[in-house]
């Protein structure tokens, strides 16, 4: 999976955070109020978006509205999954990335273990 680009990540981090449907106006808005950034360019980005399959739309009048089809923790978790896939150890890999997390994440990655291992039993 090919990471975002920043004005991609900045549109879906939007739209993630809202938690609902929006519009490009909406984006735009929002963009406006930290720095200056045209119409069209939210619009074809959100396009582009739209064509990678990232968000899906449905008409509310005359606008689109979009919507986050994966979730950023859907996202956060394909970017781990290709950092493991550049290595030709994973174990090794995997060793070196909990070696930096710190004792919450520990915890967390522990429950997340426990919680997919009994939804594997049957």
Known sequence: MRRLGDLEAEIMDRLWTWNRPATVREVVNDINETRPLAYTTVMTVTNILYSKGWL???KQGRAWLYTPVR???AYAAALME???????DRSAALVHFVEGM???EVAA????LRSVGQQAKP
């Open 56 to 58: 899906s739309r449905s």
């Open 71 to 73: 979730s950023r923790e």
């Open 82 to 88: 290709d950092g493991l896939g550049a290595s030709k």
């Open 102 to 104: 710190s004792e919450d």
């Open 109 to 112: 990655l522990r429950r997340a």
